[in-house]
């Protein structure tokens, strides 16, 4: 498998405009997860998915943002309209239900899109 | 009080040594406890995980959970210039996992 699948890798675009951010989970995993990433923040939860249905979405920061999940195999995270703070790295991860001693939900991540908006 | 504290460094440590990175938290719920490791310009991926308390060991790498203390650390033996990372803490909740901000590491040569 590619592992997890995300496009662009490098977004930069001007305020006001609109960006959307793709992500293919690895085939198989039930469990859909978009983060972002920042020095002063870390890594944050905005929202995630079981079997393409948003379960929690409390960590999406505005309006802005929205997400959606058509299908197993495809993930979108859009942010309309764009502002400097929102320039960050996001993250696709996936994870599918483990039995055992194993992490439930051990995550894999994609190779992230660097947002830049200026 | 957040629910997952961690030292953002940088920890610079020459090689061969002895690394402990450490993680502190508030949630008596968090069951499983996870060392992400992240190279620069890369996602995280998981090193190790440990289900509630005590001590596992995976080549030079030693991660060990005191849920008593809400405290937990993972140990780098014989570190090498290739152990140079970011690692991050993690914990799950429920189907959540809440992760540290990371410790940057760098091992010298």
């Known amino acids: 498998d590619a592992g997890v699948i995300q496009s662009p890798r490098h977004e930069v675009t001007e305020m006001g405009q609109e960006v959307t951010l793709r992500c293919k989970p690895i085939s198989g995993h039930d469990y859909l997860f978009w983060y972002r990433q920042t020095m002063m923040r870390g890594l944050e939860l905005l929202i995630y998915f079981n079997n393409n249905v948003p379960i929690d979405d409390s960590g999406m920061p505005e309006d802005r943002f929205s997400a959606k999940m058509p299908n197993a195999s495809f993930s979108t995270l859009k942010i309309q309209p764009s502002e400097p703070r929102d320039s960050a790295v996001y993250f696709c991860?996936?994870?599918?239900?483990?039995?055992?001693?194993?992490?439930?939900?051990?995550?894999?991540f994609g190779p992230g899109t660097r947002l830049t908006v200026t | 009080q957040k629910e997952v504290e961690q030292d953002p460094g940088p920890l610079s440590v020459p090689e061969g040594a002895i690394v402990s990175l450490n993680c502190t938290y508030s949630?008596?719920?968090?069951?499983?406890f996870m060392w992400y490791r992240q190279y620069s310009r890369k996602g995280p991926e998981l090193l190790m995980y440990?289900?509630?308390?005590g001590n596992k060991e995976d080549g030079r790498f030693t991660a060990q959970v005191d849920k008593s203390s809400k405290y937990i650390s993972l140990f780098i033996r014989d570190s090498q210039p290739s152990d140079s990372a970011t690692y991050l803490c993690?914990?799950?909740?429920?189907?959540?996992?809440?992760f540290g901000k990371g410790t940057r590491l760098h091992i010298l040569p």
């Open positions: 991860a996936s994870s599918f239900m483990a039995g055992g001693t194993s992490p439930p939900y051990e995550q894999y």
């Open positions: 993690a914990m799950s909740k429920d189907d959540k996992i809440i």
């Open positions: 949630n008596s719920a968090f069951q499983y």
């Open positions: 440990t289900y509630s308390s």
